[in-house]
């Protein structure tokens, strides 16, 4: 049965700090893993991960894979206030479908 | 732009009334999808639609129907509501099953008394 354990479940940071979420995953034919940011309504896409070890880079954010390892980190630098929200992390099977395999999500609490 | 557009926002049921949830996206995307999303649970996937014409179902389908009635409109329904349903639904596109990312409408808050 696919697993994917986000870490932690929730945290508070001030404004300024950094932060790492943690998503470790064990998906039956692994395609690649997304990252989604869920502030009231819709999830937005973040990135998306396919080889292992390289980063990739949007402002702020940073995220990497270890496949061998089985895990990914989102890096938030800098936090601002506008940062809080739920993170999600979805490995992709590679399978019909396009499925993705939905963890319960890292809450994020940015204060002023 | 639009994007993935989802009606109702909000409804409030009583327990065996019927509901459809529908769905709309103009992105010209092949691939659609159904989701509920539960405290604690991330978000499941309940039927999707690969392309136009197909539909299959996902993890957790039973209670539900749906229908892709063209390229840009896939519908969710629940025949006879049940408490367990309660939740709030989310519907995606992808440009097709490949692997592309998924994008998001704003959901529906469904509740079932």
């Known amino acids: 049965e696919d697993k994917v354990v986000q870490s932690p479940l929730s945290l508070v940071v001030h404004e300024g700090d950094t932060v790492t979420l943690n998503c470790s995953y064990e998906?039956?034919?692994?395609?690649?893993l997304l990252w989604y940011k869920q502030e009231k309504k819709a999830p937005t896409f973040l990135f998306m991960l396919?080889?292992?070890?390289i980063e990739k880079k949007s402002g702020r954010l940073s995220s990497i894979l270890d496949k061998k390892e089985l895990f990914s980190i989102l890096n938030i630098t800098a936090t601002q206030t506008g940062d809080s929200a739920i993170y999600l992390c979805a490995p992709a099977r590679r399978e019909y479908g396009n499925k993705l395999v939905f963890g319960a999500g890292t809450i994020l609490r940015v204060k002023s | 732009n639009a994007g993935v557009t989802q009606t109702p926002k909000f409804q409030v049921l009583k327990t065996g009334q019927s509901m459809t949830l529908q769905c709309a996206q103009d992105?010209?995307?092949?691939?659609m999808y159904w989701y509920r999303q539960d405290p604690g649970m991330g978000l499941r996937l309940i039927y999707y639609s690969a392309s136009e014409g197909t539909t299959d179902k996902g993890e957790v389908p039973n209670g539900y129907n749906v229908s892709r009635l063209n390229k840009r409109e896939f519908s969710l329904r629940l025949e006879s509501a049940a408490p367990s349903q309660t939740s709030v639904y989310f519907c995606?596109?992808?440009?097709?099953?490949?692997?592309?990312?998924?994008?998001f409408g704003d959901g529906t808050r469904l509740s079932i008394l």
């Open positions: 998906v039956t034919n692994f395609r690649s």
């Open positions: 995606a596109s992808s440009v097709d099953s490949s692997n592309q990312p998924q994008h």
């Open positions: 396919t080889s292992s070890g």
């Open positions: 992105m010209n995307h092949n691939s």
